[in-house]
């Protein structure tokens, strides 16, 4: 065990919590910053009531033996607000780029829709799979990595039941300008 | 995308000249560049793998140089006003670029240290729900995807030149030894009776020239226009 003040134990605790975005076993955290128990338990009652104090928008939730970083419940009205906005917006002319590429070329990696395109797509990617026109799934070749490929009630909206039905797929698909980029 | 890096040993030429004013413990004035102007054609020589890129950038900033140089040698030498221009760019260029390099250093020593603040992807966690777009249909797709695909650069193929090899004055001089050789006396007009083209006329006549300036050969023309003769200097 080391010592450590215990405002840095809370900061730590704070930035743990932040990156990970998901539950976090007290276990974990103890191995990452090597204190004890009680001092990491401590540290997050401390964190939750300043947090309260001082109204945050930032909530820690406990269960059982893992905590969460979350948005407070105060704001959740708000929240569903901007994730309506966010997949209600119509899709831009990118965006609908985007969907095409995955409809033609797909299962494709984010970084070969990049090439294809020239620009970074991680955003408007994020958008399409937010509102459930393409889906992800793991890449057998990368383990960190995902392919891309159009969702299939997008599809059925289309009236389509496979991409193959898309006009022209054999030819479009195929187009040798995308191998000239993505190098296959 | 994929990017190539290249690593030379000087990235362009004010690199090579921010390197040689430095070396000399030099501010970046018109003088300075004056007193480095030898040093930079010097390296501009003895490189002859600087790519074919970066060739043009080297040269052009050499023929600043020179001209800065010439000046600071003849001070009555008066320049145009675009020479003047392109003088006074070329030393503030070379301040900015200095400015650059070393802010780049320190960025660099801040990267080091590894001090990274790390964000985390957005909405993550939010559940997707289906919301496709209103009125869209396959042959919108197949708009859109043919658009992209009309984007793609298509890397053109240049056609290929042959370069020309061209006779060195040097060889030309040799060539022309080994006819003198053979014949003591010749003409010319027999020099270049086989020519192909202006250029190599004009080199064997440099090298007629030379010769008679190393004083390997004498020429004679009885008059103006009329064939050259030629004829190896014996030796007195």
Do not use: W
């Amino acid at each position: 065990m080391k010592f450590m003040e215990i405002e840095k134990i809370k900061s730590a605790i704070e930035s743990i919590l932040f990156m990970s975005g998901e539950a976090v076993e007290i276990s974990r955290i103890m191995k990452v910053i090597e204190v004890s128990k009680e001092e990491i338990e401590n540290a997050i009652i401390m964190l939750q009531n300043e947090y309260v104090a001082r109204k945050s928008g930032l909530a820690i939730l406990r269960k059982e033996d893992a905590v969460q970083m979350a948005t407070s419940p105060e704001n959740a009205t708000l929240l569903n607000q901007l994730v309506k906005s966010e997949i209600q917006e119509n899709l831009s002319k990118s965006a609908l780029e985007v969907l095409a590429i995955v409809a033609y070329r797909g299962p494709i990696t984010r970084v070969e829709i990049e090439a294809i395109r020239g620009v970074n797509c991680s955003f408007t990617l994020r958008s399409l799979l937010m509102r459930s026109l393409v889906e992800r799934i793991g890449n057998p070749k990368d383990s960190r990595g995902y392919l891309y490929k159009i969702s299939f009630d997008f599809l059925k909206k289309l009236g389509v039941d496979s991409v193959s039905k898309l006009p022209d797929f054999e030819n479009l698909s195929k187009d040798e300008r995308i191998d000239s980029v993505i190098g296959n | 995308m994929i990017y190539q890096f290249k690593l030379e040993k000087f990235e362009g030429p004010l690199d090579l000249l921010l390197e040689l004013i430095e070396k000399e413990k030099l501010n970046i004035t018109e003088l300075s560049l004056a007193n480095v102007t030898d040093q930079y054609l010097e390296h501009i020589k003895n490189n002859a793998n600087i790519h074919l890129d970066n060739l043009a950038e080297f040269l052009s900033v050499a023929s600043k140089l020179i001209l800065i140089k010439s000046r600071a040698l003849l001070p009555m030498l008066k320049f145009t006003e675009e020479e003047e221009a392109e003088i006074k760019d070329l030393t503030e260029q070379l301040a900015a670029y200095k400015k650059f390099k070393e802010a780049a250093e320190v960025l660099g020593k801040i990267a080091e240290k590894g001090k990274i603040s790390y964000s985390r992807e957005g909405f993550s966690g939010v559940k997707s729900f289906f919301y496709p777009p209103e009125n869209i249909n396959i042959f919108d797709l197949k708009k859109y995807f043919s658009a992209v695909l009309s984007e793609i650069p298509v890397v053109e193929k240049l056609e290929e030149e042959v370069v020309r090899e061209v006779m060195t004055l040097e060889e030309k001089i040799n060539d022309l030894q080994n006819v003198l050789r053979q014949k003591v006396e010749t003409y010319f007009s027999e020099l270049t009776v086989n020519a192909t083209d202006k250029v190599d006329v004009i080199v064997s006549f440099l090298a007629m020239l030379e010769m008679v300036k190393q004083r390997i050969i004498h020429v004679e023309q009885d008059e103006l226009f009329q064939d050259i003769k030629l004829k190896v200097k014996t030796l007195n």
